[in-house]
């Protein structure tokens, strides 16, 4: 598990590494004169059509100032911030878990229902209305170079490499887990098989009581690769993001963070951990890998011109790829998972039904109108 664990994250440092390099290669062979045409062509247009941006409009904007919105200190702030959130969510179920189990139909069950629900609505706006528009923003700008501007499908074409990356993760890692499920069951009943033919009975395996906590605790693992992965992605994406794009973000990544976390958290209380040494390292996992990204992006970023040929490229396909995830996140981890797959929930009564759609559509119109100004 370890080792493809290693084997995902070489692939996507694998894919960062090539955006870099062909947007340095753009930028040494083909920036020049595309970007006198754009200059001139910038010159004549008038406005921003984008009040809230600050995207270089002409090739004379492509070069960093001290003007800059960049807010270091709100950056440093937000590492702070999400990974309270993650440790928040994470650790709140396994602690009260522990000192009170949880019951349906109290203050936390609809708590955490009208929140989840809401959390999903904000992830899907701020995908379709803040991410994606920005994306596309940055793959036009004069500050990329030539070559990039010759198909506008970019954006939806890095979304769907991270929406298969993610996919194929999650995908191999519940191969391998169904894998060992059979290899084991195959096991049990080989013994149970050799105790009724021995001269001395041999003990049964209580295949109904063991292997389904073999089987939740490989799950929990994979679901926190899974999380790590993505994790990574997004909080490379927050820390190259610029001005009123880092707000918006860091909001949706909050409840991105602490949702994630919660389910997590709900997770490893099934496994009913005698010990608390590997809660507490898969909650530890989970919450620090998104300050982790965000950490390295921000390096990157005050490191190098923000609005260079391969930074501009760089911020445009984390923010296709966050898209992607974000939207893959939403739609099978909430919607199919909570809604559309949950049997249980066509059976919950009428009211919940209404908070739940009510909580989601409300969540995603307030983030939506925020798209106005930010």
Known sequence: ????????????????????????????????????????????????????????????????SDADDYNLGLRIGAIFIIMAASLLGVFGPIILHRISPYASGGFRYWFLTVC???????????????????????????????????????????????????????????????????????EADTMASGATKGDIEQPQANHSSVEPAKFLDLSTIILEIGLVVHSIIIGLTLGFADGSEFRVLLIALVFHQFFEGIALGTRINDNKYKSLIKPILLGLGFALTTPVGTAIGIGVNMSSNPYSSSSVLAQAILDSMAAGILLYNAFISLIANEINNNTSFFHTSVVYKIVCFLSMYVGAGLMSLLGKWA
């Open 116 to 186: 989840k629900f809401f959390g999903t609505g904000v992830i899907l706006a701020v995908s379709f209305i803040h991410m994606i528009p920005e994306a596309s923003e940055r793959f036009e700008s004069p500050c990329i170079g030539e070559g990039w501007d010759g198909f506008e499908g970019f954006v939806g074409l890095f979304a769907l490499i991270a929406v298969f990356f993610i996919q194929l993760i999650e995908f191999c890692l519940l191969t391998r887990l169904h894998k060992k499920q059979h290899l084991d069951a195959q």
């Open 1 to 64: 598990m370890t080792t493809l664990a290693k084997r995902s994250l070489s692939l996507l440092s694998f894919i960062y590494l090539i955006a870099i390099a062909l947007a340095q290669d753009v930028h040494d062979h083909g920036t020049e004169e595309h970007v006198h045409d754009h200059a001139a062509e910038a010159a004549a247009e008038e406005g921003d059509a984008h009040a809230g941006h600050s995207h270089p409009e002409t090739a004379a904007d492509c070069v960093a």
